[in-house]
């Protein structure tokens, strides 16, 4: 498919521009997905630590097995 200018009765050019992909635009929606990769990184290591110290920590009584 040839791209004619718009004075040739083509698509115009913003309609043209829309489908191109725009590498800035690429480079900062990469650069959030890998941000938000991150922390959910952090997020479940913090889990994963808290479960540990929780899981080694000694038994709470509970109210029904107090005297």
Sequence with gaps: MTSRPPSAGGTPAAVNSVAK????????????????LRQIVQIRLRAEQKTQVALSAPPQPTASSAP
Excluded: L, M, N, Y
């Excluded at 992909?21 to 938000?36: F, L």
């Design 21 to 36: 992909p725009d590498p800035a635009a690429q480079a900062k929606a990469g650069a959030a997905v890998a941000e938000i």
